[in-house]
Structure formats: C-alpha cells, structure tokens
C-alpha cells in the first residue's frame, strides 16, 4: 500500500517552524517506528509533518501530490483539532483514501473518535504488529475491524525507529536543518538525537496513571542493552551524532539495566553526553548508578519535582518527598549534572502557601533550567476524573490540553496570582547567581590544559 504518515503536532509552534525549538524540532518516535515496520512489509511510506507545511493550502497541495491509498495520523490530545482537520480535508479530496488514527489520544478516548465519519480504524494501544498487519490485510483486500486492538510487540524483534524519516521530510519541504532532532541545552550540542530505550512506568502519579498503564500494559518492558546500542551504533554511523536524550518516561528505574548500559556505552566508545528522565527518588537511593552515569556522559537529568509541599506530593501520589527533592538536586550538583525541573503550578487542592513551598524549594534547589506547568487535566489519568467527578476542569478545546502555563485550566484557582507565582518561581536568589558564576568560572578556567595554556601565556609574557 501507498501510506502517507501525517504527524499534525502544529498546537506548540504551528505551522512552518521546523527547528524552533522541543516543539518543532523533535521527531515523533511512534510514526518513526511505524514506518519501518510498514516499510519492513513491504509498504511504500512517506510523511507529512504539518510542522514544516506554510498552512492548510499547502497541505491539500502536498496530499494532492503523493495521493496516497491510506493516510494514518497519530493523535495526542492537544493535536486534536489540526488531526481532524487533515481527515476532513483528506476525506475531501478522495474518499476512497483509507484514514486510520492512533496515538495516545485515539487510544484513551476511543469513544470520541469513533463516529466520525472521516475515521476508517482507530488503533489503539501499541500499533507494531497491527498496523503492518492491517495494511497487508487492506492490499489483499480483506476487512479490517473499525476498532483495532493493539498488543505488546517484543522490543527486540521490531526495527529501530527510522530517525531519518522527518529530517529527510524537513529538507524536501526546504529547511536547512543540519541536526536530525532539535539539540535544548547547552550541554547538548547538535547532531542531536532522541531514543526510546523502553516502554512502561511502575510508578503510579495521579495526574498520569492509569493512562500510561493503559496504553503500554502493567509491565515495564525494557529493550536489551544490545539492541539500544546497535541503535546508537547506526545512528552514529548515519548522522555522527554529538549529544542525544532518552526519552524513557523514567529511564533510571532499572537499575541494573541503567549499570549494564553505561558499561556498554562506554566499552563501545561512545563519549556523548546525554539527559534523560528520572525521579527525586531514585535519584538519592541510588548515588552509585548517577555517579557511573555522570562518568559516562550524563550531562542532565529531568526530574519531576512537581511541589515542595509534601501534602500535595501524596495528594498526586508522586511517591517523593520535598526532603528527597532537595537531597536529589545535592546529589546532581555534587557530580555535575544540570537540573531539567519539571513542576506543576495550580494543582487540584493546592492553597497559595503550598505554591509558596514549591517556590521556596525551587530557590533552594536552583534548577539549571526550569519548566513549569500550569496543572492540565489529562483525559484517562486518576486526577482527571476527580476533575471531572468535582465540576473542576475549565477546559473547553482540545488545544488547551497544552501544557502551556498561561491559561486557566480548573477552577478555584487564582490565575492572577499564579502568574505572579510562575515569574516568582523562575527567580534566581543572588547568592545562587554567585555560586552559578563562580562554578561557571571554575569549569571554565580550571581544566589542567587550560591552566598550562595559561600558565605557558604568562610565562612566555614575561620573558
Ligand atoms: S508521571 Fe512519570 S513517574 Fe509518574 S507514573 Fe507517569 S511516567 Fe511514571
């Protein structure tokens, strides 16, 4: 079959950004693998990111052009709005076209998608197998169900993402993009690329479970080391890779994986420095495995702090406390990781003095880089329903599913002054600007080679 994959993530950035930034820049690891596995039965694939469209003219163009026998998208909530219109207009422009949906959104609220008349089947769950499936059951002309169950592939036994797939659509459409996926930080320099070393979370936090349990199965489901690492091999090989991210939910959780990995990473050469997920928690369980992490090119972790208020810590059932938030940001310090602070503003039950606990962490922790949210209800997690069950969700759009902090999103929140909290939050004390200047200072001058450099400069000077 002629399969056009349509990624329509343009509620961020909108159309014609390629390479601004996380939202624009990063690559969409559930189509990527996808498409290797149509593409490894047999199946013609080509994609079409509206990211790098100049607006929905130039889709209909670009549709128009490639006239594919089955489009399929993949949905998370907040694309919603954009991914029902590129099946109104696929739908348009030929009929006869087969329009399929997967995606997070498509599989936690199946319910809404199902009597659109422009939706042909709705994947859910893990699409590996079904959707190759599907489509070799389209080309020898048998019946697909409306609803396709997913299953749990073997992560070993399905190809590597195809990485190649939306940097080789960005220059087609034009963009001189140099690095595969958008480098963030400054300890991160391009060629940049994202992996997925896994699937699955065995935590139980209330603003996401049990969605991701629904999506991925009770099990976390690692991939061999081995096969991470040919991954990396090729894409070392194809783009030279500098830096590169997991994007692992909560990659540390294994330990023994986590330790088998970086001994691997190290013994086959590589020296890149990475950021991944972790928790609070393990992070100060498990001072041994960061620091072989630091040894081997950790350069940053995201941590989901999420409140310095231990009451609404157990309120969202993190399973962290404010006292192990602190202790996990002294120990990334003491090896030299930068902090990536993940936190919500606005939560469910929260009073205006437990905002004022997660500030006050947040100034002792002193992040390297800060990212707050203002609390979003999402659809299939605990707290959504207590959301719903308490008349509290103020969302009426599908786009506010962002994760934008500038909007109001429940009620009983003072908005007004969160705002001032969110700017508040953000602030730097002075002392943490001078300890940021001196380390600053100190890593820039205090490397053997650089102090001989010196040394050389000013003795030469002085003959
Ligand atoms: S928020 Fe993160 S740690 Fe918590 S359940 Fe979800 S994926 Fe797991």
Not at 39 to 65: N, P, T, Y
Not at 136 to 164: F, Q
Not at 303 to 313: H, K, M, P, Q
């Amino acid at each position: 079959m002629r399969v056009c994959l349509i990624y329509p993530g343009i509620v961020g950035k909108g159309f014609d950004s390629i390479g601004q930034g996380m939202d624009s820049g990063w690559i969409s690891h559930g189509l990527a693998i996808l498409a290797a596995c149509a593409r490894q039965a047999g199946h013609e694939v080509s994609l079409i990111d509206l990211r790098a469209m100049k607006g929905w003219e130039h889709f209909q163009r670009d549709l128009a052009d490639r006239h594919p026998e089955v489009v399929a998208l993949t949905i998370m909530s907040a694309d919603y709005n954009p991914a029902m219109h590129c099946l109104e207009i696929t739908r348009a422009f030929d009929p006869k076209i087969i329009t399929m949906v997967g995606g997070a959104h498509a599989t936690i609220m199946p319910q809404e998608l199902e009597s659109n008349p422009n939706i042909d089947h709705i994947f859910l769950g893990e699409a590996e197998n079904t959707f190759p499936d599907a489509l070799n059951k389209l080309a020898r002309g048998e019946a697909v169900p409306r609803i396709v169950p997913g299953d749990h592939p073997d992560l070993n036994s399905i190809p590597y993402a195809d990485h190649a797939l939306f940097i080789d659509e960005w220059r087609a459409q034009g963009y001189a993009v140099t690095s595969p996926e958008a480098p963030f930080a400054e300890e991160l320099p391009p060629p940049f690329v994202t992996i997925i070393a896994g699937r699955g979370c065995m935590y139980n936090c209330s603003y996401c479970q049990p969605a991701e349990r629904h999506i991925f199965g009770r099990k976390v489901r690692m991939r061999s080391v081995g096969n991470v690492m040919g991954e990396l091999e090729e894409l070392r090989d194809r783009f030279h890779f500098a830096s590169l991210m997991f994007h692992d939910d909560c990659l540390t959780e294994d330990r023994e994986w986590v330790i088998e990995f970086c001994r691997a990473y190290r013994a086959a050469g590589f020296t890149q420095p990475f950021f991944c997920q972790s928790r609070a928690d393990i992070i100060v369980k498990n001072e041994d495995m960061v620091a072989l992490m630091a040894q081997v090119g950790l350069k940053g972790y995201f941590i989901g702090f999420e409140s310095g208020s231990d009451r609404v810590l157990r309120f969202i059932r993190k399973g962290t406390k404010r006292a192990q938030n602190l202790k996990a940001a002294e120990i990334c310090r003491k090896y030299g990781i930068a902090i990536w602070a993940n936190y919500m503003l606005g939560l469910p039950t929260e009073t205006k003095d437990e905002v004022l606990e997660t500030i006050s962490m947040l100034k002792k922790i002193d992040p390297d880089y800060y990212s707050p949210a203002f609390y979003t209800p999402h659809p299939g997690s605990d707290l959504y329903d207590y959301c719903i069950a308490n008349d509290l969700s103020l969302i009426k759009d599908h786009d506010s599913y962002r994760r934008n902090p500038d909007e109001a999103k429940i009620r009983g929140v003072d908005y007004e002054w969160l705002a001032w909290a969110l700017a508040e939050s953000q602030k730097r004390t002075p002392l943490n600007r001078l300890q940021r200047g001196v380390r600053k200072t100190w890593k820039r001058y205090a490397q053997p080679k650089k102090i001989a450099r010196k040394l050389r400069q000013l003795f030469g000077a002085q003959q």
